[in-house]
């Protein structure tokens, strides 16, 4: 999967001190053997200090417990993103619809020109379309990998206000097109379909592009997306190219229980 950033944690040691001198003294209060002035601050830390050192799995355990309850709610907002995020996602003005327009299974993939992930993930999506009748595909222009990106992505939406009946076609040739994707390589793998440059120059004239762009990188942030392809079918967020039999078993789940893990 192509990254585009990457988060880093670093749990700091003198703040987990602090937490758990905090428990030590809140323990030794409970148990009524001493009062807050009775103990002071470094005498909590010296009882803290030699207990993590007798039994140092305490410290594995506990980032483990934090490690999983960060999940868990980074799992809950991006339910709750989706929910909140699911008319711009599924039904926004500014996308690109394949497969079945009214299909009633919906594969969303946020994608960029210059991805060699989405290139090679393309043949699982056509595949998809041609197998699946219900399937309503729907592409996010998500430029991520530099100026090249935006300007391919640029085109993109000039070439769905102009032309959108021939997007799937300008789509296949820029993406499978050898090299950098950019202004030239795209205006004439759009121009290749028969679209005038003028017309296509016209429209990237006005602000739809920025537009789109604004409303995708809003969602893709909400949803906590860190590169492309990234997909959403139902319910879940599936980042990178997992390849045909995991999407095709989703979209199956997505059919047989509205879910896509059943």
């Known amino acids: 999967?192509?990254?585009?950033?990457?988060?880093?944690?670093?749990?700091?040691?003198?703040?987990?001190?602090?937490?758990?001198?905090?428990?030590?003294?809140?323990?030794?209060?409970?148990?009524?053997?001493?009062?807050?002035?009775?103990?002071?601050?470094?005498?909590?830390?010296?009882?803290?200090?030699?207990?993590?050192?007798?039994?140092?799995?305490?410290?594995?355990?506990?980032?483990?417990?934090?490690?999983?309850?960060?999940?868990?709610?980074?799992?809950?907002?991006?339910?709750?993103?989706?929910?909140?995020?699911?008319?711009?996602?599924?039904?926004?003005?500014?996308?690109?619809?394949?497969?079945?327009?009214?299909?009633?299974?919906?594969?969303?993939?946020?994608?960029?020109?210059?991805?060699?992930?989405?290139?090679?993930?393309?043949?699982?999506?056509?595949?998809?379309?041609?197998?699946?009748?219900?399937?309503?595909?729907?592409?996010?222009?998500?430029?991520?990998?530099?100026?090249?990106?935006i300007e391919a992505a640029q085109v993109a939406v000039a070439v769905n206000s102009v032309a959108p009946e021939k997007y799937g076609e300008f789509h296949e040739a820029l993406l499978l097109r050898r090299g950098q994707a950019n202004l030239a390589s795209a205006l004439a793998a759009a121009t290749g379909t028969g679209i005038p440059e003028e017309d296509l120059k016209k429209a990237m004239e006005t602000d739809e592009a920025g537009a789109t762009f604004e409303e995708v990188y809003t969602i893709a942030n909400r949803l906590g997306l860190t590169g492309t392809p990234s997909y959403v079918v139902g319910n879940e967020v599936v980042q990178g190219a997992v390849g045909y039999d995991q999407l095709r078993a989703k979209i199956d789940a997505v059919k047989n229980c509205g879910e896509a893990s059943c």
């Open 1 to 149: 999967m192509t990254q585009y950033f990457v988060f880093s944690r670093r749990i700091c040691p003198p703040a987990l001190l602090r937490v758990l001198s905090a428990c030590a003294l809140a323990m030794s209060l409970v148990a009524g053997t001493a009062t807050a002035q009775d103990i002071d601050r470094s005498e909590i830390e010296k009882i803290v200090r030699e207990y993590l050192i007798q039994n140092p799995e305490v410290i594995a355990e506990a980032l483990t417990e934090l490690d999983r309850r960060e999940k868990e709610a980074a799992e809950a907002a991006r339910l709750q993103a989706l929910t909140d995020s699911a008319d711009i996602l599924f039904n926004s003005t500014r996308q690109v619809v394949l497969g079945n327009p009214e299909g009633s299974v919906t594969l969303v993939e946020f994608f960029d020109y210059n991805c060699g992930y989405c290139k090679r993930a393309y043949g699982d999506m056509v595949r998809l379309i041609e197998e699946e009748p219900d399937l309503k595909v729907v592409l996010k222009e998500f430029p991520v990998l530099g100026q090249g990106s």
